[in-house]
T-cell receptor
Framework: NAGVMQNPRHLVRRRGQEARLRCSPM?????VYWYRQLPEEGLKFMVY????????ESGMPKERFSAEFPKEGPSILRIQQVVRGDSAAYFC????????????FGPGTRLTVT | GQQLNQSPQSMFIQEGEDVSMNCTSS?????WLWYKQDPGEGPVLLIA???AGELTSNGRLTAQFGITRKDSFLNISASIPSDVGIYFC??????????WGAGTKLIIKP
């Protein structure tokens, strides 16, 4: 399966813990985007990364959230000291260099903060 | 900031009926994309539109990029049960960010 992969699919964390969400882009894709979705809502852009570079993190909260896309390995979205309001579905999308308009999505990670 | 208005919010239709939904924007987009999202899954790209006036089909789905570049519609002909889900429009300007509509929930009456 050459699609976008995300893990874990479901993640439960207590308030104050850290959440790490992983995304492996589609084969051949070098652009990764993270989105957040609340129930019954559309997706909200968080951050756009290329290998080893954060291109735009304008949609990401200034505190507790960080993202990386290392030279080797998956992209990671990290949420420190989670709060109940962080509970949401987090989706990763990837695109190729020549088709940055066409973003292909992974199945998402559903984060529940208890 | 940019906003997308997607309508209707939900639709109850009979199997076999045609479906139409649309998105309008307060600003111009260079690209319009239509996605479908099933429960518990990520959005799946259905159709991408790149030029004003462009009309593109994908099976029973047809989408158009409005001439003003501020709107787009999606039509589904002869709906079937597996069409159920939430349809999202997304617009992209000179930036790479996708601006998303709130979705149209399609429900087929039994």
């Amino acid at each position: 399966n050459a699609g976008v992969m995300q893990n874990p699919r479901h993640l439960v964390r207590r308030r104050g813990q850290e959440a790490r969400l992983r995304c492996s882009p589609m084969k051949g894709h070098s652009h990764v985007y993270w989105y957040r979705q609340l129930p019954e809502e559309g997706l909200k852009f968080m951050v756009y990364l290329q290998k080893e570079n954060i291109i735009d993190e304008s949609g990401m909260p200034k505190e507790r959230f960080s993202a990386e896309f290392p030279k080797e390995g998956p992209s990671i979205l990290r949420i420190q000291q989670v709060v109940r309001g962080d509970s949401a579905a987090y989706f990763c999308a990837s695109s190729g260099q020549d088709s940055s308009y066409e973003q292909y999505f992974g199945p998402g990670t559903r984060l529940t903060v208890t | 900031g940019q906003q997308l208005n997607q309508s209707p919010q939900s639709m109850f239709i009979q199997e076999g009926e045609d479906v139409s939904m649309n998105c309008t924007s307060s600003s111009i987009f260079n690209t319009w994309l239509w996605y479908k999202q099933d429960p518990g899954e990520g959005p799946v790209l259905l159709i991408a539109l790149y030029k004003a006036g462009e009309l593109t089909s994908n099976g029973r789905l047809t989408a158009q990029f409005g001439i003003t570049r501020k709107d787009s519609f999606l039509n589904i002909s002869a709906s079937i049960p597996s069409d159920v889900g939430i349809y999202f429009c997304a617009g992209q300007d000179s930036n790479y960010q996708l601006i998303w509509g709130a979705g149209t929930k399609l429900i087929i009456k039994p």
